[in-house]
């Protein structure tokens, strides 16, 4: 492994040249010079960047050791010894590395809620299904009727779309087709109001793109980014 001494003045526009991209161990100080973070990074630099955006009040310098062999052992194995160094010297953990701190580890992001047509079944509706799914994909950019939940789409091709969204980093919106307690109804009338007979179905700004299969070809010829930011 190869180590970098401290590097004072750490200034956000420097980091990308100052720092290595590759993987390793760094460790983060305040500007008291006290530990606040010992990290692993397939990109130090990048790290390293995204540490002093969100936390700049504890980023003052930061010590960095380049794995030459960067597997998941190799890296771990660096990272604990980097940690049970710090701990025989304090006789603890960095603070940033505590059980249950979030203010170092990125926590993966809440899966939004998929909508609801209706309250439940015991609500009479006072406009047709068909209004109601117009108005949906009208006033929502990224509409995807699937089956199941984003968080547990219930069967592949759904799942598939699922995927694809959240790799291009769509704001979208989901619908279960197979939630009959309030969406009773759903999918004959979105087969009729749409008229493609098969789910998944994806809407942008209004319109039916398609599903699956199409939604996987725009993507795999690229064309998938261009189709939600136009």
């Given amino acids: 492994m190869k180590k970098s001494g ?3 003045k750490l200034e956000t526009n420097e980091i990308s040249g100052s720092f290595p991209k ?3 161990v760094y460790a983060v100080y305040d500007s008291n010079g006290d530990l606040q973070f010992i990290g692993i990074s397939r990109n130090i630099a990048a790290s390293v960047v995204s540490h002093k955006n969100s936390v700049p009040q504890l980023c003052s ?7 030459d062999e960067p597997d998941r052992t ?3 194995e660096s990272w604990k010894s980097w940690m049970e ?3 025989a010297a304090s006789g603890k953990v960095p603070p940033g590395n505590e059980p249950g701190n979030s203010t170092w580890v990125r926590q993966p992001p809440k899966k939004k809620a998929d909508l609801r047509l209706t309250p439940g079944r015991h609500v009479q509706l006072t406009v047709p299904l068909e209004d109601l799914i117009d108005r949906l ?3 929502n950019k990224v509409v995807a009727f699937i089956k199941g939940s984003r968080s547990a789409p219930q069967c592949g091709f759904s799942q598939r779309v699922v995927a694809l969204l959240e790799s291009e980093g769509v704001d979208y919106e989901s619908i279960d087709v197979l939630d009959e307690e309030h969406n009773s109804g759903l999918r004959e009338t979105l087969k009729n109001y749409s008229n493609w007979p098969t789910f998944p179905q994806i809407f942008v700004k209004g319109e039916l793109v398609g599903g ?5 070809s725009m993507y795999e010829k690229g064309e998938l980014t ?4 136009s």
């Fill in 6 to 8: 401290l590097s004072h």
């Fill in 22 to 24: 590759e993987s390793g």
């Fill in 61 to 67: 310098s930061v010590k960095v050791g380049v794995v």
């Fill in 74 to 76: 190799a890296l771990t």
């Fill in 85 to 87: 160094e710090h701990i």
């Fill in 137 to 139: 994909v009208k006033e």
């Fill in 212 to 216: 699956c299969d199409i939604l996987t």
């Fill in 226 to 229: 261009s189709l939600f930011k």
